[in-house]
Nanobody
Framework: QVQLVESGGGLVQAGGSLRLSCAASGRTFRSYAMGWFRQAPGKEREFVGSIRRVGEIRYYADSAKGRFTISRDNAKNTVYLQMNSLKPEDTAVYYC???????????WGQGTQVTVSS
């Protein structure tokens, strides 16, 4: 059974930083791309970024470019989301997901809350 467990969320002031972690188990981690998504209250879930399984190729939403960095440690079965220069509009529940295809994801974590105060 595949499990994804996010951690690292919390309350931070605008301009601050957080690093989210997502620990994976139940499948060969290095064989799958991983993604980060977020959902703010009253809004649909949106893509934040992803990292391919090979070559560390990354993709980011425009809202994340230049501020967020995705990385992975295949030895630890963990993917990270480093978030810098946080803004109140980054407030959301952040989810990691394991990809089943180029733009599809089949397993999701339970989410971790990020709150950015102004």
């Amino acid at each position: 059974q595949v499990q994804l467990v996010e951690s690292g969320g919390g309350l931070v002031q605008a301009g601050g930083s957080l690093r989210l972690s997502c620990a994976a188990s139940g499948r060969t981690f290095r064989s799958y791309a991983m993604g980060w998504f977020r959902q703010a209250p009253g809004k649909e879930r949106e893509f934040v970024g992803s990292i391919r399984r090979v070559g560390e190729i990354r993709y980011y939403a425009d809202s994340a470019k230049g501020r967020f960095t995705i990385s992975r440690d295949n030895a630890k079965n963990t993917v990270y989301l480093q978030m810098n220069s946080l803004k109140p509009e980054d407030t959301a529940v952040y989810y990691c997901a394991s990809a089943s295809g180029p733009t599809s994801y089949d397993y999701w974590g339970q989410g971790t809350q990020v709150t950015v105060s102004s």
